[in-house]
Each structure stands twice: as C-alpha cells, then as structure tokens.
C-alpha cells in the first residue's frame, strides 16, 4: 500500500470520526423532564424506561479479586454482559469510585479503573443498554476488606468534610467537571454527550447535616459544575436519605431524586425464611404530595430483597416502584462470575444467572414489569395485588411467572398454561411447565428464530452447598457447578413431536440428535432446534438482535465430590411415618442410595432413596419402624462400587464426637407440646432491629433465656420462622389449644407484648399479654387471637417506610394448619411523666403450642 493511499484511508477515517462526534454533539437524543415529572427521550417524546443492575468489576474489590485470580478483567466484562442481555438488562448503574480516579484536588486520572469503565460501558452499549452514572460514592476502595491509600479527594477528606469543606467542594465540582467532559476512547464520545447515557446522579448516599439552604447551595454548587461542561442531561440527587433536610433538595436546580429499597434490611448472615410479600407492598414516600417534588423525575439507584433466597419478590417490587413513579431501577448488585462462588463482594446480596438462575430469572421478570405496568398504576393492597397485569407471584410456590401472547417467563414449576403456544416467540425459566420440562437446576432459554426454528440454551447445573448469606471468604465455595446431562422436553406446536438438535456454541462436542415425541437429553450449551423437514441459513455465527446465535458462556465445571444436602427433621411425632428428603448432588446417577436407621439394639434398618427429579431424592420410614425417643441415620451412597456415608463423608471428623456422624431426629408423642421458638437453639435467626442490650445466658436451671431491652421508648418487634423447626409436627397442630411463652419482665412492672401467629399467606393473628417481672407461663387461648398487624421486619432501608400494614382481610379466620412465623411486639406504655411513654424488656425461654 503506498503512502498515499495510507494518507487518504488515515483521513478518511478522521473525517468519519469528526462527522460521528459531531452528530452526537448536535444532534443528541437527550432525556429530559417534562413539567409533571416525567423523563422522556427528545426525539421521541416517549416515556423513559429502564432496568438493570449496578455491576463493578472497573474497581474496587471486584478488580483486584479479579487480579487475584488472575481473571482478565475485558473478558469478565464480556462475559456477564452477554447474560445481561439474556435477563433483558437495558439499563446499568454504578457509583463511581472517585477514590480510585482522582486526586486530591479532584484532578481526573487517566488510569486502568477508567479505561475499564469505558470498555465496560462500550461493551453494554452494542447489547442496547443505557446508563445512569454516579460520579462520586464517597467511599474508600476496600470493602470488604481494609482501604488502600488511595489518591482521590475522598480519602483525603471523608464523606462528612466532603459536604462541607470549602475545600473539598472545590475539589468535587473540579472533579464533576472533567469526569463528564472525559471522553470515552473505545467510542470517541464525551460523556456529556453520550447519547445512551441517561442521566447523573451527583453523588452515592450523601448525608447531610446543616440546614436546608446549606444542603441547597452545596448541590447548587455540584449541578453548576456540571452544566459548565455544555451537558443538558437530567441532573438527580439522593433523596431518600436525611430526609428532614428535603425542602433543600426540593429547592436545588436538580431533576429528580433517586431512592433505595432493601425492604429486608441487610446482613442478617442467614438466609431470611417466611413470606416477605408483605415487606414490599408499598414503596410510601412521605413528601410524595410535595408540590416541588410532583415535578421531579423518580429513580431507584438500588434495590434488593437482601438475604433472601427465593425468586417469588423482585416482580412484586418493580410493581410497587412503578406505583411509586418510578422509571428507572437497577439492582444491587450483580455478582461478577468469576468469583460469584463465594459471594464475597455484599454477601448479604446474591445475584448472578449461574449461581443464583431463579432469583435472575425473577430480575429478568421483574425488568418485563418495569416496561409493561403503566407509571403510578396502583393494584391495591396485598393480598389482592399478587396478582398484576401479565404477572403473578407466588410465596407458596416460589413462583413469580409472566405471560403474554408472546412471552413465557417463569422462575420455577408452574402449572400455567400460555393461552395460545403456538404463538409464543420467546420461552425462559427454571424446572417444568406446560411447555419445558427440564430436570437440571440452570435456566433455560428459548428464542424464535423464525417460523420451525428455535435457538434453545441450557446452563449448567449451580447448587448451593452452604447458606451463600453467611461469613464468606474466597477459600469458602458456597456453590457447585455441574455440566450434567439432563432430559428435556419440549412442547411448542411450532417445532411439532420431532425436530432436529444441532450444537451452536464453540466447543459444543455432543452430536446433533433429533427429539423422539418432542423429548430428548440435553447437556449445557446453545443449539439450534429445527421442525422436522425444514430448511434454515440460521447458524452459529448469525447476528441476531443484541447477540450472535453461537455465543455461550459458562463456568467450567467444579464439582468434584458428592455432596449429601440434608437439614434433619428436628422433631417428628410417633405413629406416623417420616419423610426423609435429600439432595444427592454427585458428577453422574448413583448406583444406589439409602438410609440406614441406627437401631438401639445393634442392628440397623435401611431404607431405599428413590429420585424423584434431577438431584432430589426422598424415602418415607413407616411408622411402625419408629419408636419414641432420638433416631440416628445416616445416608449412604453407592458410587463405583464404593459405598460412602453421610454426613460423615463430607465433615472433617477428625475432632468431632459420634454425634456429629449422624443426622438425628426426636419422635415424640403426638399429644406432646410443639415448641416453635426456643431461645437456645433459634435466637440467631431471630428477625429483629440491633439492640447493644440483648443477650442470651443460662440460668441457674440450666435453661437458656434471651434478654432483650428496647434502646427506645418506642415500638419493637421480632420474628422468627417456625415452619422448617415443626415440619415433623404439622400433623399435630389441629390439636393444639393454647399459645404460650415462657419467659419473665425484665423491669419491676409489668411489661405488654403482643404475640402473634403468622399464617403462610401473610395473615396475622395476635393477643395482648402482660408479662409480669417473674418466671411464668403467659397462655393464651388461640381462640382468643384477632386480626392484628404485620411488622415491617428486618426494618427496611430507607428507614421512612411503614412500620407495620394491614395483610389479614376483614373476614379471615384463624387457621392453625397454615401457620408458620411467631411475632412479639412491645408495646410502649405511658409514664408518670406527662407526654412520655417508657418500654420494658423480657426475656423469653421459649414459645410453645399446648
């Protein structure tokens, strides 16, 4: 090539670039606020919508854990955007850790966490996601680990001085400025002007003290820096925190405010049980009918249902945000895949489409609510709103699904039926339905590619082997993957009872096979199904919407024992037969598996295991082989010839005594109480606000108590989830009379707690009792129990939201066969000193049912 022709293709390529800037910078889509508050895009005038995820492999934890692993950080970026666009994300948000990108005097530094950022910004952008960028988080680099000496102007000076020193304001406006006139070198595009970036949020969390005009004048400041950078974006500030300063927020030259959700608080380091529908009813903002703030444009800069492990809630929030005026929502927080094993970034969050595929396909839901449900549609209150437009969830089933003509989406077995198959063109989920069954545990996806040709792609295998909300660590694995083969079925009148199977991803080795009466077995990968007969130039190189038709992304495989999950029933009544259930999580079918009863008299009984779906087995034991008092088992697995048994095979048993080589369950009378809360072995699973006061001990009996004194003369409550304590005893309940605590007042008067019963549906029933300042059995008659409220626990953030709500309908009944959570509430009392209310403490031994 000679230098000529080098020079033109060189000046060329300049023009073009010249030409694509330009056009962005005069021509550019921006959002902007109409006059009652809603964002809509310039050239169309339609209303914004948006859903995603924040993500942040760019810093912080994630990069260096990235480094530690020696993960190439572009490729994990790669990786999890392609599922991104498989959950139907469009929309991404981050707190940028300005620690990391700047120095003191908030001088943007052109350094790796930057150049990650635009790569990962890039990269979402040719799957169709839009953004919302915070600029500032306030927050050193570490957690979970200690803060490196980093060079930004948050570390220098703090989050408080940073809302108040002169000299670190200069420092963030300095800041503000350059980061949105950066440009971006994989686009060639400023972020002022980037037109898929929608809007900015000034900064993460700022809690302000001072005064209203205070609060006014440092956003002011912020906002100005901004708009000399010639961006015309929607500015927004957080204005779910220091909410007694919000006139300041209301007065200052913003668009919108952004707002949280953790309606289950955060770091209970277990995972939460019980129906939490109820905990997200509502999203009520207590200023909703402020004048000012009717104008303001509404987002959600981060949500979760934290230390929850179930996919039945995300659906349920987006709807309460919708209701709320809400049109953005990203989720806190996506875990990065290379190390989502462990769960180590926000332990008290799990989300990730291999690790967690439920709760993904719940977000994937969830993003479907955001675009279809009106702005403030209101579906009335729980229990009514369950049910929503194209969307149901159910806590019973853990079960949230969506259908439309066109679209099948659900999290777990649903026996829904689309209204017309034939017409479906898109098919996601998890377990079986009327048109999947699937016996692995990974989410599967159907796509329409045209008419008899489908792309279907199966995920491998993820079980949880530990609770993931725990203490984490990276040397902790919480989750297995296994690349197993599974049957699949799959009824679409499209494709009709047989079709054609053929690998698409790149290093797919299983043969093409065809389906015989729509069944056939499937291992993880991308394939192409087509109808018997018919013709297609669909292949795996083909573009199709945001992705190519042969892209597939998974962990390799990491199982490399079997595990045996099994919590042991903790009491079980005689005369009837026990049901034994099992995960058996092996690399390929075991030979055979069993339980062997440890017999008092020297001899054991063994009782087959048989498989029921996928890695779940169950035995039932008959009654007359269970006598009253303790039963040892253990569960023995034949593989290869060799028999193992569990749970010692699995248990570094080196210092641990016979007890802990046997699962043990109690059978007992069937007239014998059923205890639903004992202070010893269920007070670290206690739902309930932070108290420095309480305390478990042992008394002189030798029976443990929990003590526990409200810090404030206000309202306290505490749950706890019975239902897997009593699962041995449902039997029984219908004879049970009466309610009782066991327990004593902590002060020298009496002390009111209301105790309640909550059912599986989400309806309360509870009396009032005075606790006297002795040991005593408090009793009451559960024919005595009324309606009575549902409190709002763990307390939700932001701390504004109600307290407790009305879930039982007027009509309801007490039904002692559906019950599974136990609530106490304390109750403040009046004092001899006018307008003031003290509360007492208690301590409670146990709660049980007579």
């Not at 004048?291 to 987006?318: C, H, L, Q, T, W």
């Amino acid at each position: 090539m000679t230098n000529n022709n080098m020079r033109l293709i060189i000046n060329s390529f300049l023009l073009f670039l010249f030409t694509y800037h330009s056009t962005f910078a005069q021509q550019p889509n921006d959002v902007y606020v109409d006059p009652s508050g809603i964002m809509r895009w310039g050239e169309t005038k339609e209303e914004v919508r948006g859903f995603g995820v924040n993500y942040t492999v760019p810093f912080a934890y994630a990069y260096r854990v990235a480094k530690q692993l020696n993960v190439n950080p572009e490729q994990a970026i790669d990786n999890d955007v392609y599922h991104f666009s498989r959950l139907g994300f469009d929309l991404y948000r981050v707190h940028v850790w300005d620690t990391e990108i700047s120095d003191t005097l908030g001088n943007l530094l052109e350094n790796e966490h930057l150049k990650l950022l635009d790569y990962a910004l890039t990269k979402m952008k040719t799957r169709g996601m839009k953004f919302v960028l915070t600029p500032i988080a306030y927050w050193g680099n570490g957690w979970p680990e200690k803060d490196e000496k980093t060079p930004g102007f948050s570390r220098k000076y703090g989050k408080a001085a940073c809302l108040t020193n002169p000299e670190a304001i200069k420092a963030q406006q300095n800041y503000l400025y350059q980061f949105l006139n950066h440009v971006n070198p994989y686009t060639g595009v400023a972020y002022k002007n980037e037109p898929d970036l929608i809007a900015f949020e000034i900064s993460n969390e700022p809690q302000h003290g001072g005064s209203t005009s205070d609060v006014t004048a440092f956003i002011n400041g912020m906002v100005a820096s901004m708009r000399k950078t010639g961006c015309k974006k929607p500015v927004f500030y957080n204005i779910s925190h220091s909410i007694h300063l919000a006139q300041g927020y209301f007065d200052a030259n913003i668009d919108g405010g952004t707002f949280q959700w953790y309606p289950t608080g955060l770091q209970a380091k277990h995972e939460i049980m019980g129906n939490l529908l109820p905990n997200v009813d509502d999203y009520k903002i207590p200023f909703a009918a402020n004048p000012r703030f009717k104008k303001m444009a509404k987002i959600v800069y981060e949500f979760d249902a934290a230390d929850v492990g179930r996919s039945y809630i995300y659906p349920a929030m987006a709807r309460s945000f919708r209701t709320a005026g809400m049109q953005l929502a990203t989720h806190f927080a996506y875990d990065p895949t290379y190390f989502a094993y462990a769960n180590t970034e926000y332990d008290t969050h799990y989300m990730n489409l291999i690790y967690t595929p439920q709760k993904a396909l719940s977000l994937k839901i969830a993003s479907e609510v955001f675009h279809r449900v009106p702005l403030y549609k209101d579906y009335g209150k729980f229990p009514a709103n369950i049910a929503f437009g194209d969307f149901k969830v159910s806590y019973a089933q853990d079960l949230a699904e969506m259908v439309t003509k066109d679209k099948f989406i659900y999290t777990n077995n649903t026996t829904t039926k689309p209204a017309n198959a034939g017409a479906l063109e898109h098919v996601s989920g998890s377990g079986n339905s009327a048109v999947v069954k699937y016996e692995g545990t990974g989410a599967y996806f159907l796509d329409k590619l045209e008419n008899g040709v489908w792309r279907l792609e199966v995920l491998p295998d993820a079980i949880w082997i530990e609770d993931p909300f725990g203490y984490n660590s990276l040397d902790k694995k919480l989750a297995v993957i296994n690349w197993r083969t599974w049957p699949m079925s799959v009824q679409l009148p499209d494709l009709r009872n047989n079709f054609e199977i053929t690998p698409l991803n790149a290093g797919n080795h299983n043969a093409a096979l065809k389906s015989r009466n729509n069944a056939f077995n499937i291992a993880p990968g991308a394939y192409l199904l087509v109808k018997k007969g018919a013709k297609t130039k669909f292949h795996a190189s083909t573009q199709w919407k945001n992705m190519t038709l042969g892209e597939f992304v998974a962990p390799a495989a990491t199982l490399t024992q079997t595990y045996v999950l099994h919590t042991p029933i903790p009491e079980a009544s005689a005369g009837r037969e026990l049901d034994v259930n099992v995960q058996i999580v092996s690399l390929q079918q075991p030979e055979q598996a069993q339980i062997k009863i440890l017999g008092k008299n020297g001899k054991s009984m063994a009782f087959e295991l048989v498989r029921k779906k996928g890695y779940h087995y169950s035995s039932q034991i008959p009654a007359a082989d269970l006598g009253e008092g303790t039963i040892q088992y253990t569960i023995v697995v034949k593989e290869k010839g060799v028999e193992k048994h569990y749970p010692a095979a699995q248990k570094n048993t080196a210092n641990e005594g016979e007890n802990e080589l046997s699962f043990r369950t109690n059978i007992v009378p069937k007239s014998s109480n059923i205890a639903i809360f004992n202070a010893a072995k269920d007070h670290q699973k206690l739902l309930r606000p932070y108290s420095k006061t309480s305390r478990i001990s042992v008394k002189e009996n030798g029976i443990s108590e929990l003590s526990i004194t409200p810090e404030k003369a206000e309202a306290y409550a505490m749950r706890f989830n019975f239902k897997e304590k009593i699962a041995g005893r449902s039997a029984d309940l219908s004879g049970k009379k009466n309610l009782v605590l066991y327990g004593r007042a902590l002060s020298q008067k009496a002390c009111e707690v209301q105790i309640a019963l909550i059912s599986t549906d989400g309806s309360v029933f509870g009396k009032k009792v005075d606790i006297e300042p002795k040991d005593g059995a408090y009793q009451i008659s559960l024919n005595a129990l009324k309606n009575a409220e549902f409190i709002s626990l763990p307390r939700p953030y932001p701390g504004f939201l109600p307290y407790s709500l009305q879930t039982t309908p007027d009509n309801a009944s007490f039904n002692i066969d559906q019950i599974e959570t136990l609530q106490l509430s304390f109750l403040p009392v009046e004092t001899v000193h006018q307008n003031q209310k003290s509360i007492s403490g208690i301590a409670v031994e146990r709660v049980v049912l007579e």
